[in-house]
Nanobody, 124 residues
């Protein structure tokens, strides 16, 4: 079973950038879809971006399109989320998750392997 470990969160001013990393252990990314989720304070966790390990297709939620970029390094078994032009509403815990590629990667309800999360705080 794949295990996921996120890193790269922190405190940044609005307009700044962060890069999150999601390292996989116990399996390789090419057997899964990988997604990043955002849990804002007081809100439910929501999918923001995903990448298919099968065909490399990528999807973004409208709230991050043009600002966030997801990428993968198969040699390092790591998926990244480059976050630019950060806004205070991007504050929250970011989780990476994995799912068997039964559907498209943006079917966020199917993700069932989770990392522990990393905190991102964007100050205004």
């Amino acid at each position: 079973e794949v295990q996921l470990v996120e890193s790269g969160g922190g405190l940044v001013q609005a307009g700044g950038s962060l890069r999150l990393s999601c390292a996989a252990f116990g399996s390789t990314f090419d057997a899964y879809h990988i997604a990043w989720f955002h849990k804002a304070p007081g809100k439910e966790r929501e999918g923001v971006s995903c990448i298919s390990g099968i065909d490399g297709k990528i999807s973004y939620d409208e709230s991050v399109k043009g600002r966030f970029t997801i990428s993968s390094d198969n040699a390092k078994n790591t998926v990244y989320l480059q976050m630019n032009s950060l806004k205070p509403e991007d504050t929250g815990v970011y989780y990476c998750a994995a799912a068997s590629p039964d559907y498209g990667c943006s079917v966020y309800s199917m993700y069932n392997h989770w990392g522990q999360g990393t905190q991102v705080t964007v100050s205004s």
